[in-house]
């Protein structure tokens, strides 16, 4: 694949909680990823980030090993309680200081950072007198990112407000699946109201305080499509949808909250408080802040069916059900042209001006054979695929601008913990080794020789 621009740019990412260990080291406060993993039952395998990838000690090491595959960027999060281990207030010199000799050790290195102020791990003190349902959070959001871009900005161009909104809402506070791990959903829409409203907050803040960047949000996005032509799936359709997609896209780009979801969230008595209480006067122009890019995090595309009425009603269904053949480990599909389609609508409905694919990946979990070598000839398949509909979409005009592989390396998925794989790179969790696996090496192949023309 050649694509169309030179200065298209490829990378990977990470995020704080998931690799950097040393989660109460150096003045850094507890954060509700700390407190929902030591919660026994809550991740799969009962492990917790307190150590994951020793990235805070080894990040030399790993930003040696990003120069190695020749990436023009990498994409990481900031840990919000290592700079502020109060919420607000006392500043954490230490905890600044990593992030500003990580920053220097990439650019030394000729990789751009693309830095993500929030990436779920919100300062637990913050949760403790209400966390993202509580409107105080918006301010203490935007004092954070004031501290962190006054810092970073001179040499960091590149800012991502939020990671994935819908997971920190919903996933946290409805479904209960990840911190704080709550199941209520009018908390939950207020959580979502509260991260739109702080990242639109930012977008002046970061514009201030570095100057000449660009500034964006990530969402994950999810293309969707009804089972069969019957109305009902088609109504689960737009329903799934809209609280996926347009909940957050709409917002964002000036459209207000989709008036037939809200519906949907009055009739299913979600907002107890009064239809959209939480919105309050120049909220929906402050989310609206206009931005330079969006990032899209793409893994999977949703075949939707209603459940509403019986199976024999609900007929043809001309979507056949994918096999475990084209899953994943974690029993995702694999839909590359899910990410043309999302790509490719998100620009025709939205316009942003640029877009950047933030994360996609797989989780493969080949491990290292006799002679040390990780042959995931599969997540090569999986990224090679993943890149040819990206270009397509570029081929229609979709302003892409950059590529982030998820992940780096090999880190704790979450809930899941350590038992998902996602990284190019091999961790050996018991002595903190890496190996980079094939496709690490697949992928530096690809970026020297074929992406952008640069041979
Ligand atoms: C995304 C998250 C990321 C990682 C991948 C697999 O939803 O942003 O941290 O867990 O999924």
């Given amino acids: 694949m050649v694509t169309s621009s ?23 406060g507890e954060s509700i990823w700390d407190r929902y993993a030591h919660t026994p039952g809550r991740i799969k395998d009962g492990k ?8 805070y000690h080894r990040y030399q090491n790993d930003v040696a090993l990003m120069k190695q595959i020749g990436l023009d960027a990498y994409r990481f999060s900031i840990a919000w309680p290592r700079i502020l281990p109060e919420g607000r207030g006392a500043v954490n010199q230490r905890g600044l200081d990593f992030y500003n000799r990580l920053v220097d050790a990439l650019l030394a290195n000729g990789i751009q950072p693309f830095v993500t102020l929030y990436h779920w791990d919100l300062p637990q003190v913050l949760q403790d007198k209400g966390g993202w349902p509580a409107r105080a959070t918006v301010e203490a959001f935007v004092e954070y990112t004031d501290v962190v871009t006054r810092s970073l900005g001179d040499r960091v161009k590149n800012w ?3 990671n994935e909104p819908w997971c920190a809402s919903v996933l946290g506070q409805l479904v209960g699946v990840h911190a704080p791990g709550a199941q209520d959903a009018e908390s939950a829409l207020c959580a979502a109201h509260h991260l739109l409203l702080s990242h639109g907050a930012a977008v002046p803040v970061i514009r ?4 000449g960047s660009e500034v964006g949000i990530t969402l994950n996005l999810i293309p969707a499509v009804p089972a069969s032509g019957s109305t009902a799936d088609y109504d689960a359709y737009r329903q799934y949808d809209g609280h996926i997609n347009r909940w957050f896209l709409d917002p964002l780009y000036g459209r207000d909250y989709p008036p037939d979801l809200v519906r949907d969230y009055m009739r299913k008595a979600y907002m107890p408080g009064g239809e959209l209480a939480f919105v309050k006067a120049d909220d929906y122009r402050t989310i609206a802040a206009p931005c330079d890019f969006l990032g ?29 053949e084209v899953r994943t480990d974690i029993n995702w599909e694999v839909h590359p042209d899910g990410l043309f389609e999302i790509l490719y609508r998100v620009h025709a409905t939205y316009r942003p001006r640029k877009l950047y694919v933030t994360e996609n990946g797989s989780s493969y979990g080949d491990a290292p054979d006799a002679e040390g070598r990780v042959r995931d000839e599969r997540r090569i398949a999986y990224l090679r695929d993943h890149f040819a509909a990206a270009q397509r979409a570029m081929e229609q005009g ?42 690490a090496h697949w992928y530096a192949d690809f970026i020297r020789t074929t992406a952008n023309g640069r041979e």
């Fill in 296 to 324: 899209v995090n793409y893994y999977m595309r949703e075949i939707c069916r209603s459940q509403d009425i019986p199976e024999e009603e609900n007929q043809p269904r001309d979507i056949p059900v994918p096999g475990p």
């Fill in 208 to 211: 201030a305080n570095s100057l």
């Fill in 48 to 55: 917790t980030g307190d150590v994951a990838c020793d990235h």
């Fill in 6 to 28: 030179k200065t298209f740019l490829w990378g990977a990412a990470t995020s704080s909680y998931q690799i950097e260990g040393a989660w109460n080291e150096d003045g850094k």
């Fill in 398 to 439: 979709v302003p892409l601008a950059g590529y982030f592989v998820w992940s780096l390396m090999d880190n704790f998925e979450w809930g899941e913990g350590f038992t998902q794989r996602f990284g190019i790179i091999w961790v050996d969790y018991e002595t903190q080794e890496r190996i980079l696996k094939d496709s």
């Fill in 160 to 162: 991502i407000t939020h």
